[in-house]
Nanobody, 127 residues
Framework: QSQLVESGGGLVQPGESLRLSCATS????????MAWFRQAPGKEREGVSC????????NYADSVKGRFTISRDNAKNTVYLQMNSLKPEDTAVYYC????????????????????WGQGTQVTVSS
């Protein structure tokens, strides 16, 4: 009964911000590395960010570094992606992913490393 449910997507103009949430259930988030991926139409799924189970390590794709921030609140079973200074090229379906790993690293963009996936939430950045 492990589930990840994304929310917070929507339509925004360039330069604006969104915060995505990933609500998890069915497992202890304390033992899961988490990540955000995104997939634009006609494109492969790409890694955006990841965070270790404790939040001690975060990694970002170069394309979002300095603009996006991943965080987690294990007590609330929730992972967040704060997206600032959004650009049209950020338009995609954003997916939350989890890995049953309690290690001090996480890979950005390694789809196969992550075991659990949400259904995705659409982010559209357009004028």
């Amino acid at each position: 009964q492990s589930q990840l449910v994304e929310s917070g997507g929507g339509l925004v103009q360039p330069g604006e911000s969104l915060r995505l949430s990933c609500a998890t259930s069915g497992f202890s988030l304390d033992y899961f590395a988490m990540a955000w991926f995104r997939q634009a139409p006609g494109k492969e799924r790409e890694g955006v960010s990841c965070i270790t189970n404790t939040g001690g390590i975060t990694n970002y794709a170069d394309s979002v570094k300095g603009r996006f921030t991943i965080s987690r609140d294990n007590a609330k079973n929730t992972v967040y992606l704060q997206m600032n200074s959004l650009k049209p090229e950020d338009t995609a379906v954003y997916y939350c992913a989890g890995a049953a790993k309690a290690v001090n690293y996480c890979p950005v963009g390694n789809v196969k490393w992550y075991d659990y996936w949400g259904q995705g939430t659409q982010v559209t950045v357009s004028s």
